[in-house]
């Protein structure tokens, strides 16, 4: 069940690396630490009508974290804060168990981390720091 | 529901190892009921790890029923959500951890409200705090039975007031707090209130919404569960704007030698390797507990209670410390024969396989508004019976022929 | 003495549950061994009752056997007294103990001597000490092979410094800190030394009196012993000097609402109902480990490691944290391999049945020292063998081949 | 074994009370309070070259605690201060199960004590109060 984790499609995504990077000038920019192994992502956003118009992500982090930071990159333009803030909870009912077609195909393959309850962390930390980075970057 | 004393007994394995024992000391501690002992045993040599994100399979177990014995200690006090649930390793440390973090926030002048029916552990960190920061302390008086005597509350809790802190009964007495007017006067001082559950809990779920409490503080090992454990609860707004008090592993956000971030709650305040076989075995008890026919139970007690109270009333020289009649008071009666120290009692008492406690109590404030030393404690617990108390009457009778 | 790991993993009933783990955690924790399993059960079922003079039987039997653990703790330390043996819920409420009670008493520009290896146990409570008191924390750094960097010791510890806190043994590098010099700079300078022995004591029994420190901590949990208890140990003219930190039950001279004087060490220290069961394990886990082979299981660990270091070694992109050679250090092993982030490392090897944490390890400024954000950490206990460590290379280069 | 505890020798020594009282000018007074069950012994002691002249002691205590102040009361007298702190250590070495004749024939009805450890400090606490009280005398 463990390897399961790590199937083609995550290996992929995570090294694709989709939206590493930094933006020149951000509107937003926000950092999420993992207190308990120490991970790091930071994120910036530029927006337009409150909506994500550029992302770039930072991320030291595991496989899991790279993955979702780069399912991010990939799918995050137009999202405004009430929906990033909803991509989130999405994400985390995923991880518990919930039934409901993801938002993006991509977001699939993080199932498999739903009987690792301490791994859940890992696939929410970017999803955290893009609802704060959108927050910030709405909220100037 | 039915309840039969002789079958909860059977729950208890050390009952069960000593037959002829009368234990009558549960206020001190509870015996460890048989679900908080095997919760031990399946953790300790199935599923032993730290906890904090360990990623193989033990740990993932491990980590799972330390957090889930966080939501049962949750359904036990009726608390919004786990997360309000803060592991300590015990009342004690609750409180302390209650009188550093949030009364390190006080300014000289400000006062701090207790009862003279406290525990020592809860009166102590208090009268400490007082010598760190320069609070006064200020004390409910008591009755003559023992009650909390709230006739002139609002002389007491003045607007300088920032917390009470009260025991939601006494473990001397029995006598159960009036928590309402107590909760209004402190809500109207705009102060925080604490209340130590140490000898409520084992008498049935709580309910800490209806209570309108901050912070609420109880034991593991005097709910039947193991040494070593007890619970912080704290409201979510109440905990989030507290500082941590202790520092080390777990309740970190991001560490430096420069500096410091620190976690949510309840993390923040669970610094270093939490007492987690403990944990997980309290809320197995808890959950075990919730499910017993609270009803019948506090009927059976309080028959007991009563039958000892009538008991002891006929003695000669006999004086209570508490209420003489069952009403908002727990099954623990204290009381005094004339010429009889309580320690010389106690030893005969035990020649009749009476386990009870004499002395002060760790409650001497209580003791001088008495004017005694001490007192005899019997204290009931579901598993007890009318021989259990027949058993305490006979072997005071013989003190009473002994050592007159 | 001969010793066979084999015969050694029968004391675990764990292991004897999980016939294939290869259980590679026990810098987190160990397991328990059967004699505190035996003591716990014994304990609870038996003669379960608070301590603190009660006067009948079964707390006679339970003071008995917590006083008992105190002494058997003092034998495994080679502590002049059980006086000086103090228990606490662990080595993090050891330490805080100590940030409290003695660092209460430094005043602004006082120094404490820490170093970058220490745990985050050992260094957050000194951050918050530096935030009440306003003394000033000064590091001893790391050379690159983790061991602590003594060469400019004199300028670390100045005449301003009052304590130097150092772990014993890294839980991270197994770096043995070389306490002599340390000690004697220490004194040079008036200070007091407090040693956290959390990784050390599982490893063998200490001498106190030889290390010359003050103050020792460590905690059951990794002591293959309960979680939920562990010891301060401190020279009896230390812990008299020191006020108390909790208040509370058991730690009393006399209350009255006004004012509260304090009991002698070791009991000041110990506020409330202690860990009754879980001293009395770890004082039979102690008492067990004392009658080991330590030499030969030393032989054995050190073979292990070496083993794991040398097989390490050979795999592409790997970097260690710590000492390469097995002199000075305990068999604690940790690593990284280059694009393979700890956590993922683990969750492969965890597939392959072998526990191993990844991660900060409560350790981030020695993290930051080596520019990582984690490491993947493999600690070895007796009960280990050639097939665990085995199993973790094999694990690894399945997890460079997957996951790359 | 309990019931041992008290025989008759115990609980007439406890009766007889001797030398409870005050002294109206004592040159020294001590308190022994016991942290555990708050039993409370004050002993005034008067000394003639450093020897105890007239004593008095004031009980709050078990009866183990009285019977150990009245044989105090009957035999302190032309003890020193290295003599009470002696009869201290051989109080608690009797209690600890020292085959050895006490100092006085009463001492011996504490041998029933030995098993229960727990009311030694009520023994003690009568001898502990006499040594801090001749110490006290002495050192003025
Ligand atoms: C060196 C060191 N110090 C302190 C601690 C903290 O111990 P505990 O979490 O048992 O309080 C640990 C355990 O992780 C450690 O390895
Ligand atoms: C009312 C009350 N508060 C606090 C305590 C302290 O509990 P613990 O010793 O388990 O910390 C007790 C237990 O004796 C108690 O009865």
């Known amino acids: 069940m463990n390897e399961d984790l790590y199937q083609q499609a995550i290996l992929d995504l995570a090294k694709s690396a989709d939206g590493a990077g930094r933006l020149a000038a951000p509107d937003g920019t926000a950092q999420g630490d993992s207190p308990l192994c120490g991970d790091r992502v930071r994120m910036d956003v530029k927006l337009d009508g409150g909506r994500i118009a550029a992302l770039a992500h930072e991320v030291k982090g595991c496989l899991l974290c790279r993955a979702a930071a780069a399912a991010i990159g990939r799918h995050a333009a137009g999202l405004d804060a009430a929906q990033a803030a909803e991509l989130r909870a999405e994400v985390a009912a995923l991880l518990s168990g919930a039934d409901a077609a993801p938002a993006w195909p991509e977001l699939k393959c993080f199932e498999p981390v739903r009987p690792h309850r301490n791994r859940h962390g890992c696939v929410l930390l970017p999803f955290d720091t893009l609802r704060d980075a959108i927050e910030k970057a709405a909220g100037r | ?404």
Not at chain 2, 49 to 78: F, S
Not at chain 2, 314 to 343: C, D, K, Q, S, Y
Request: glycine share 8%; with cysteine; hydrophobic share 45%.
């Open chain 2, 1 to 404: 529901m039915k309840f039969s004393a002789h079958e909860w007994r059977g729950h208890f394995p050390l009952l069960a190892n000593h037959p002829r024992l009368h234990y009558l000391d549960n206020a001190a501690t509870g015996q460890l009921c048989a679900a908080a002992f095997d919760a031990v045993t399946h953790h300790e040599l199935t599923q032993r790890a730290n906890v904090l994100r360990g990623t193989y399979k033990l740990a993932e177990a491990a980590d799972a029923a330390y957090e889930q014995a966080r939501r049962q200690a949750a359904a036990y006090l009726n608390a919004a959500s786990a997360d309000e649930v803060v592991f300590t390793s015990g009342t004690t440390a609750a409180i302390n951890l209650v009188a550093h973090a949030f009364g390190d926030t006080l300014q000289a002048g400000d006062e701090v409200v207790l009862s003279l029916a406290e525990h020592h552990s809860n009166l102590v960190p208090w009268q400490m705090l007082r010598g760190r920061r320069g609070v006064a302390l200020r004390f409910i008086r008591l009755a003559d039975d023992g009650r909390l005597d709230l006739a002139r509350l609002d002389e007491i809790v003045t607007p300088r007031c920032r917390l009470v802190a009260v025991t939601h009964a006494s473990n001397v007495t029995g006598a159960v707090s009036d928590l309402v007017p107590i909760v209004a006067a402190a809500r109207a001082a705009g102060a925080r209130v604490l209340v130590d559950g140490a000898q409520m809990v084992q008498h049935g779920p709580v309910d800490v919404a209806a209570l309108d409490a901050d912070f609420y503080a109880f034991s593991g090992h005097k709910a039947f569960a193991p040494n070593g454990v007890g619970v912080l609860w704290g409201r979510a707004e109440a905990l989030a704007a507290l500082p941590p008090f202790l520092g080390g592993g777990g309740m970190i956000g991001r560490v430096t030698a420069e500096e410091t971030t620190y976690a949510a709650p309840p993390r923040r305040f669970e610094a270093g390797t939490p007492p987690i076989a403990q944990a997980v075995a309290l809320g197995a008890a808890l959950d075990w507990l919730r499910a017993q026919p609270w009803e019948a139970m506090r009927a059976h007690t309080t028959h007991l209670a009563q039958r000892l109270l009538d008991g002891l009333a006929v003695l000669p020289g006999l004086t209570f410390l508490g209420p003489r009649e069952m009403t908002e008071r727990l099954p623990i009666v204290a009381f005094n024969l004339a010429g009889i120290h309580p320690h010389d009692a106690c030893q005969v008492l035990d020649a009749h396989h009476v386990a009870v406690r004499g002395g002060h109590h760790c409650a001497q404030p209580l003791m001088d508004r008495f004017g005694v030393e001490g007192a005899v404690r019997a204290s009931l617990a579901p598993y007890n019976t009318e021989a259990d108390v027949d058993a305490l009457l006979e072997g005071l009778k013989d003190a009473q022929r002994k050592l007159k």
